[in-house]
């Protein structure tokens, strides 16, 4: 990013934050005054720059600090503390910490900005529905907010969570994710407990462990679900391209390849469709037990598509920042955002969290691209283009384009 770039981000960042629209937009975390805040400005590069281990006491404070300092990116922590604004975190003494799920699409697919955002909504209601539907949380508990980047951040406040420490949220994370699931477990039948790693996700569920595996909102049935999908694709495929896919995963011959499929494969496809059938991963069953459990099969990538995909290490940091609704990114220029959870289907992350207008703006663009923004498509080249202000902002913020200048 050039100078002239860098100084037109920092005056339509500085222009925002001086507007009654930022006031407007801004939210106040609980407790603020256990906090602790965390900016980047314009002349950092990376977060090694970044100022943190500061506090406020009102939201006028925050407002005002924000709108003379003019930061490109605004965190706050999840964690409370005593003394958020103590310079080591030994001193600031832990209270606690929101639960936090960080869904961003660059842990889920590498393809075009709109493409990312709309996977990225999917995994957002996926870990939505798991956490009210299986593990015991409502709508209220959620306070879902836009990243105003590539994804959604899921606050849980709940008293009952504030005190869980990193290993109670790391079994709670490996059930969304599905880790650690047990395979003969998932294969039972009707009335097989199904579970993840850990006992924190069952402790919470709202679900017997007696589920039945026919219930959607299980990780019994999505188990057996991809399973199914994964073997009606072997048998979908020509003889010898399916023992050659299985033969490709270690332990697997040719010759067990080859008598799997022609003995049970169909058999096996039968007995899953019907939840009370237990499927024995028995010595006779080798080739499906390496299906299931081999180092190199792309059976993982079947279930993946099962599991919420939310970024772990956010999760179980108990000490995290996060991004403050009401600032803008600093790698987009839009906002960030709470969104109604019930509303999230409406949302359009390429609308809705928009602040910039349609003022028209020269860039230079290092390569072609495609992308909607505020309701349009755009075609762009390589080399400059006329804009609206807010594609400007966007491309120079990502980072792929030059600002040249004003109509």
Request: with cysteine; aromatic share 10%.
């Amino acid at each position: 990013m050039n100078a002239a770039t860098n100084e037109y981000l920092r005056q339509k960042f500085g222009g925002y934050y001086g507007s009654p629209a930022f006031l407007s937009a801004l939210e106040i975390p609980k407790n603020l005054e256990q906090r602790e805040w965390g900016f980047i400005f314009f002349d950092n590069a990376d977060k090694k720059g970044m100022k943190r281990h500061t506090s406020f006491s009102s939201k006028d404070e925050v407002a005002n600090y924000i709108k003379s300092m003019n930061p490109r990116h605004v965190y706050y922590s999840t964690a409370y503390y005593s003394l958020p604004s103590a310079g080591t975190m030994q001193e600031k003494g832990w209270l606690g910490a929101e639960l936090i799920f960080d869904l961003d699409a660059d842990h889920i697919v590498r393809t075009a900005y709109d493409e990312m955002l709309r996977r990225v909504k999917e995994e957002t209601f996926k870990i939505i529905d798991m956490l009210t539907c299986e593990l015991g949380f409502t709508h209220d508990d959620i306070h879902l907010v836009f990243s105003g980047g590539r994804g959604y951040h899921v606050h849980i406040e709940m008293p009952e969570v504030k005190g869980w420490g990193s290993s109670e949220r790391r079994e709670l994370v490996d059930y969304v994710c599905g880790i650690g699931l047990d395979p003969e477990i998932m294969l039972r039948g009707r009335g097989g407990a199904e579970k993840g790693k850990g006992a924190t996700a069952n402790r919470g569920a709202a679900k017997s462990p007696n589920t039945p595996p026919e219930n959607i909102h299980s990780w019994h049935y999505r188990y057996r679900l991809a399973l199914l999908e994964y073997l009606t694709a072997l048998k979908q495929m020509k003889q010898e391209d399916a023992v050659a896919k299985l033969a490709a995963i270690k332990g697997i011959s040719k010759d067990s390849a080859k008598e799997f499929i022609e003995k049970s494969l169909s058999p096996t496809i039968t007995r899953l469709k019907k939840p009370e059938n237990t499927i024995m991963l028995s010595k006779s069953n080798r080739v499906l037990k390496t299906i299931l459990t081999g180092e190199d099969s792309d059976f993982p990538n079947v279930l993946r598509e099962k599991a919420a995909l939310t970024d772990e290490p956010v999760t179980t940091d108990v000490k995290r920042l996060i991004r403050a609704p009401g600032s803008l990114h600093g790698g987009s220029g839009f906002k960030v955002v709470s969104v109604d959870v019930k509303a999230l289907d409406r949302f359009d992350p390429l609308i809705d969290p928009v602040y910039f207008g349609t003022a028209e703006t020269k860039i230079d663009l290092m390569f072609p691209l495609n992308m909607p923004l505020l309701g349009n498509n755009y075609s762009l080249v390589k080399g400059i283009n006329t804009v609206p202000e807010a594609m400007a902002v966007f491309l120079c913020a990502r980072g792929i384009a030059e600002y040249v200048g004003g109509k």
